[in-house]
């Protein structure tokens, strides 16, 4: 593979992370906004959050890109592909995670709100002060799932010619006629990848855990030799 080649599969790892990092972002704000929605006492803010997850939940992140890039713009909007399948990913993924952040707020025991109530917290302080600290807890790990999913759904964005790692790959492949091993290293790239994001989840759930005086998750060689969490 010539420098060339070479250097162009690094500007579509660049333009990878930035595909994956934007929509996890942006996607962690559909999440919480949708997921405090449908927890909301007020039926009209629960609908709003429950028809946003449904909606976005059933369809294809493909389809949903292709309607950015080649639908919208006859409504009189034009995004640029790079955004479009930014918005596209957070809005997909979103959906899913306004579902776990729903499930780690109704997860906090009863008895700790109560408590709240009991000392005079308004609703937003209940939220914030006792409620999302430990949510968030437990949020991690499928967050953890729903981020090495992202990574692995913005291979779509090159259908559109977001110049991605995987459009990379295929233009070194047409170039050198060489499948086998250039496919070979777009495997170990998004494996390693995955293994970069997953350890930063894991980071964060430990620092988080014993924030909350918990026991930390145990990391992979201890759970390999049979360690648990306490």
């Known amino acids: 593979m010539s420098p060339q080649l070479f250097a162009y599969l690094l500007e579509g790892l660049l333009t990878t992370l930035q595909l994956t990092v934007g929509a996890a972002v942006l996607g962690l704000a559909f999440s919480f906004a949708a997921g405090i929605a449908t927890c909301s006492p007020n039926i009209v803010v629960r609908g709003i959050g429950r028809c946003y997850i449904e909606l976005f939940r059933g369809i294809s992140a493909l389809v949903l890109l292709f309607w950015f890039v080649f639908a919208l713009p006859y409504a009189g909007w034009q995004l640029e592909p790079m955004w479009a399948g930014i918005l596209a990913?957070?809005?997909?993924?979103?959906?899913?995670?306004?579902?776990?952040?729903?499930?780690?707020?109704?997860a906090v025991p009863v008895a700790q709100i109560e408590a709240a109530v009991a000392l005079n917290f308004t609703r937003s302080q209940r939220m914030r002060l006792v409620v999302l600290p430990q949510a968030i807890a437990r949020m991690l790990p499928p967050f953890g799932n729903l981020l090495i999913e992202l990574l692995k759904g913005t291979s779509v964005a090159y259908i559109v010619l977001i110049p991605d790692l995987t459009f990379a790959g295929q233009i070194v492949r047409n170039a050198t006629g060489d499948s086998a091993s250039v496919f070979t290293a777009l495997l170990i790239l998004y494996a390693v990848l995955a293994v970069i994001f997953t350890t930063i989840v894991r980071l964060i759930e430990r620092r988080v855990a014993k924030s909350l005086g918990r026991q930390p998750t145990p990391g992979f060689f201890a759970r390999i030799k049979g360690v648990r969490a306490q």
């Open 89 to 106: 990913l957070a809005l997909n993924i979103g959906a899913y995670g306004a579902e776990v952040v729903r499930g780690g707020i109704v």
